[in-house]
Nanobody
């Protein structure tokens, strides 16, 4: 069964850091681009970051640029999202998604083939 599993979420104080992981099982991530999305209560799903299968194309949403860093370790079949300088407005459920051949803008959540179940990130003092 093809699965993506996120981990690394939790409660952190403003200004703190977290590293999210997106691990694949049942398939090899090497051939897939990965997008990170987040959704806060009452808000639309938002594209956070994207990394191509080769790792040489990166995108970031405007609200996280300069604070978040996406990376991948294909040997470990895992993609990471390093989140620094966290703010209360970063509070959301974060999900990763995989696409084999992207045919729409990276922020279009319905352009991805596989999704994880999400991990909660809460930024609060």
């Amino acid at each position: 069964q093809l699965q993506l599993v996120e981990s690394g979420g939790g409660l952190v104080q403003p200004g703190g850091s977290l590293r999210l992981s997106c691990a694949a099982s049942g398939f090899t991530l090497n051939y897939y681009a990965i997008g990170w999305f987040r959704q806060a209560p009452g808000k639309e799903r938002e594209g956070v970051s994207y990394i191509s299968s080769s790792g040489d194309v990166l995108f970031y949403g405007g609200s996280v640029k300069g604070r978040f860093t996406i990376s991948r370790d294909n040997a470990k079949n895992t993609v990471y999202l390093q989140m620094n300088s966290l703010k209360p407005e970063d509070t959301a459920v974060y999900s990763c998604a995989a696409v084999r051949a992207r045919s729409s803008p990276w922020t279009y959540w319905n352009g991805y083939n596989y999704w994880g179940q999400g991990t909660q990130v809460t930024v609060s003092s």
